[in-house]
């Protein structure tokens, strides 16, 4: 009895202990996407206590936001999430002033329609969905286009991304759409279509393809070009090709929460983040491209060159920048349900 | 036959129990960071947990909320139980409803409304909206098991405990609490594993500054399961049959 | 008279009101708003939400959420009821160490655990490697992503769910009953039909319940090892609530899946107070 009052009295010191801390920061951000040694840097620099919490998908982190402001700063939202979330009032405005290595970013990624003054987000990590092959089993070249999915001989064998946007987004670029479009007719085309790949899918997954892939579970699919850059380093035989009809590109924002309880905090990290060294090391560890181009500069010569996460101009010409498609989600995810349960 | 019957099936089962758990065992001392398959031996996972307080704090989160929610639960659900088998009140039929109402409600939608409560009374996210949550996950389970063996108790040992003078009280101090025993101690058991391994709930109701165990699991798994986690799980495994080993123990030399 | 019922009732109700009800009338009221994309809900009060889910679409997943959580169940009490009735009826001194012995290796996380089984599983996994070198196979067999893995880790997850129950039930059981069968003349499979299981059915029942029905609503097992090529209720529901921003639609489904729920326990109940006026279980 006696040993329950002591554990209960413990507790409730180490929960308002907790409490006391002033100078805290709470990030909140995708799984595994700050290292470890970028977030310890920052605290002994800065003596800024940081409570990071993960989330897995955009949409969880969406959902939590939007039922409880939570007590987050800082968020790392995918660009196609910055233009929802801030058309519903939910990011603080940023003063650039307060940044000032914001000038390391390189222009190509700042700009863009979902944010076109960057008030509200600053570009951490950029990527984009490609084809994934193992060369052991395939001829280089022999690959080149989604399209190729639909073959017959491939029954059973693919791997699909998990992510709606990302199925229904390479299906629409081989039929010759935008993998943004919103227009119904498309829509419906595209979910006709998928119905046909349904047999050769063997797996539906975007949280270890990573694991897949090395251990050849999958010897073809959709992937994550930073992820598979990644891959490479266990097994090299696990390639990334980037399709003829197009492929869509992401990139991912610091964000900071409205009504932030540590604005202060919020842009020291942010602009800590901006600096060379530390997006160097951010890019190397986490395997995307970092659109920080001082930081560029100092990537070993291999790493500035590969292909998989660096493509050329000539290649990216074909990308397109995912946007939020608002009214079309919830078609979209009625089409996703029809396609899982066989109808 | 019988004897050996009576012998084998179980190991077979205890096999299935363990043969992932061992598996999990192995993997802590794989040499591939990503990869499922045998590699090399090695120790580094072990010493890349100790180095990462972070992990080890949160881990502490768990069991502190594990404990706690699991003897709350179990008081309230043997509450819970006693009175719905022993007394006819008001909303009685509701109550036995409300519990399984709350067995089936899906995780994703307690936590979302328990996070709209807690919004509404503005109770800020952390350690207690956290327990709270997982008492209220757990009671339901553990009433539920509770019920099913004070069922089988014959009413009238109230009644004749009542005819010597018997308070309400003590009846279920002295003669209902040592009868359940083993419901108890199952009670308890399914609520502590339940707290130690709730993601969906949690994940709405925990707050920036009270990270828990199998929140921070389900974020390293999404990078492919890195063998820290594995060694993690092995140690926490050691520990508890470690503690439970001593338990028995201290137990045998009491009687 | 009764200041402990006063008490007990009492702080159960409180409990359950603040942190029970008010829950789900939330839920409830949630259901019946219209989506809104800006602001999650707008206060409309209606019924499609409801309507919605008599589609074909959604019926299908109810039924196969049905029969993948219904044979789990089966599974689990079949491969359960022996194990628990040989250990709660041994003489051994280690007895609760044995049950302990059950419990401890699901405090470690169960998603760790199922990847564990994908590694046991995969088409490079422990199986397959053994039965490749052995030379029983030549080509690696695919157990992974597939039906059979999803029950499989099912299964896995739930039996200590099933276990516990029926444990403390059956430890319960007096032996004098079966002691008195056998001196009337029953042979081992009457007794156990006629009187130990009736016997034990709250057990059963308890048990029962407390796989069925998480198990209707569970989603990661599916999508780790089935490949997420089915869709489950819990899948849809997670998908109304996160992806398509669908509240009110998600928090219909999950109301109209604890109606039925509810109603199919409360059936069975009448059942089986009909049958025996006095038999009494939830």
Not at chain 1, 234 to 245: A, G, L, Q, S
Not at chain 2, 142 to 158: G, L, M
Request: hydrophobic share 50%; net charge neutral; with cysteine.
């Amino acid at each position: 009895m006696r040993f329950f009052i002591f554990l209960f009295s413990f507790c409730i010191g180490i929960s308002t202990s907790v409490y006391a801390e002033k100078n805290v920061l709470n990030i909140y951000a995708w799984s595994g996407y700050i290292p470890d040694t970028v977030i310890k840097q920052f605290t002994k620099e800065t003596g800024i206590q940081v409570n990071l919490s993960e989330y897995d998908s955009n949409e969880t982190m969406y959902a939590k936001l939007k039922a409880s402001s939570a007590g987050y700063d800082i968020i790392i939202p995918s660009s196609y999430f910055i233009e929802r979330m801030t058309k519903q009032n939910m990011l603080q405005k940023l003063d650039k002033n307060e940044l000032p290595n914001f000038k390391n970013l390189n222009p190509v990624l700042l700009h863009k329609p979902y944010d076109s003054e960057n008030n509200f987000s600053i570009p951490y990590l950029w990527g984009t969905t490609g084809i994934v092959v193992n060369s052991k089993y395939f001829k280089e070249g022999e690959i080149t286009k989604w399209q190729d999915f639909w073959n017959p001989k491939f029954k059973n064998q693919l791997m699909m991304l998990s992510d709606i946007r990302d199925v229904f987004g390479m299906t629409l670029l081989t039929l010759g759409y935008s993998p943004n479009d919103t227009k119904p007719e498309h829509i419906k085309e595209a979910y006709l279509k998928l119905k046909e790949l349904l047999p050769n899918i063997k797996i539906f997954n975007s949280d270890a393809e990573q694991t897949i892939y090395i251990d050849e579970d999958a010897i073809i699919g959709m992937g994550y070009n930073g992820d598979i850059h990644l891959t490479q380093q266990e097994n090299p035989d696990v390639k990334f090709i980037y399709p003829k009809e197009g492929f869509t590109i992401w990139i991912d924002c610091l964000a900071v929460i409205k009504n932030a309880p540590h604005l202060q905090n919020s842009y020291k990290f942010i602009n800590f983040i901006l600096r060379p060294d530390v997006g160097k090391e951010i890019s190397e560890e986490i395997g995307y491209a970092t659109p920080n181009l001082a930081a560029i500069k100092l990537l070993p010569k291999e790493e500035q060159n590969d292909k998989t996460i660096n493509p050329d101009a000539e290649t990216l010409k074909h990308g397109e920048l995912q946007v939020d498609v608002g009214q079309a989600l919830p078609m979209l995810s009625k089409y996703w349900e029809k396609l899982k349960i066989g109808e | 036959m019988n004897r050996i019957a009576k012998h084998i099936y179980p190991s077979f089962i205890y096999l299935f129990f363990y043969l992932p758990i061992t598996v999990v065992i192995v993997l802590s001392f794989n040499q591939a960071e990503r990869s499922l398959i045998w590699k090399g031996f090695t120790f580094d996972w072990y010493t890349d947990l100790f180095n990462d307080f972070d992990l080890l704090n949160v881990a502490l989160h768990s069991l502190e909320i594990g404990l706690l929610a699991a003897t709350v639960a179990t008081i309230l659900g043997t509450i819970a139980s006693v009175s719905l088998f022993r007394y006819k009140f008001f909303g009685k039929k509701i109550l036995n409803g409300l519990i399984f109402a709350l067995i089936v409600l899906p995780e994703i939608v307690m936590g979302i409304s328990l996070l709209l409560l807690y919004t509404i009374i503005k109770l800020p996210l952390g350690f207690w909206t956290l327990l709270l949550a997982h008492i209220t996950l757990c009671v339901p389970f553990v009433t539920v098991t509770i019920y099913s063996r004070i069922v089988t108790v014959n009413k009238d040992i109230f009644e004749a405990a009542r005819d010597l003078g018997a308070t309400d009280f003590s009846i279920f101090i002295k003669i209902i609490i040592p009868l359940l025993f083993p419901a108890l101690l199952a009670g308890w058991l399914l609520s502590f594993t339940l707290s130690l391994d709730d993601v969906i709930t949690s994940y709405f109701v925990t707050g920036p500054n009270f990270e828990i165990l199998p929140l921070k699991i389900y974020s390293m798994v999404k990078l492919g399961v890195k063998p820290e986690i594995n060694a993690l799980c092995t140690i926490l495994l050691g520990v508890t049959l470690l503690l439970i080993t001593m338990a028995q123990l201290a137990l045998r030399k009491k009687q | 008279m009764n200041t402990f019922k006063k008490i007990s009732v009492g702080t159960i109700w409180l409990w359950f009101c603040i942190f029970a009800i008010i829950p789900i009338i939330i839920m409830a009221i949630t259901s019946v708003l219209t989506p809104d994309t800006n602001s999650l809900v707008s206060f409309k009060f209606t019924l499609s939400n409801y309507t919605q889910i008599l589609n074909n679409t959604y019926l299908k997943i109810l039924l196969q959420s049905f029969y993948l959580a219904g044979s789990c169940t089966l599974i689990c009490l079949i491969l359960s009821y022996p194990f628990a009735f040989i250990i709660a009826r041994s003489q051994s001194k280690y007895k609760s160490l044995l049950l302990l012995l059950v419990i401890i290796p699901f405090w470690t996380s169960s998603l760790i655990r199922t990847y564990a089984i994908m590694a046991i599983l995969k088409a490079k996994g422990i199986i397959n490697v053994i039965l490749l070198a052995m030379g029983i196979i030549h080509h690696p067999l695919q157990l992974l992503y597939s039906y059979s893995a999803v029950l499989i880790g099912c299964v896995y997850d739930f039996l200590p769910f099933m276990i516990l129950p029926l444990y403390a039930n059956i430890e319960k059981l007096n032996p004098e009953y079966i002691e008195a069968a056998q001196d009337l003349g029953a042979n081992k499979f009457t007794t156990f039909v006629k009187i130990i299981i009736p016997l034990t059915m709250p057990g059963i029942i308890a048990g029962s319940v407390l796989v069925f029905l998480p198990a209707m609503t569970m989603f990661y097992i599916p999508v780790l090892l089935g490949g997420a090529k089915n869709i489950l209720l819990g899948n849809l529901i997670e998908n109304q609530f996160l992806t398509s921003n669908n509240w009110p639609a998600g928090a219909a489904i999950s109301v109209f899946l604890t109606m039925i729920m509810c109603a199919m326990v409360f059936i069975y109940w009448r059942s089986s107070k009909n049958k025996n006026g006095k038999f009494e279980n939830e």
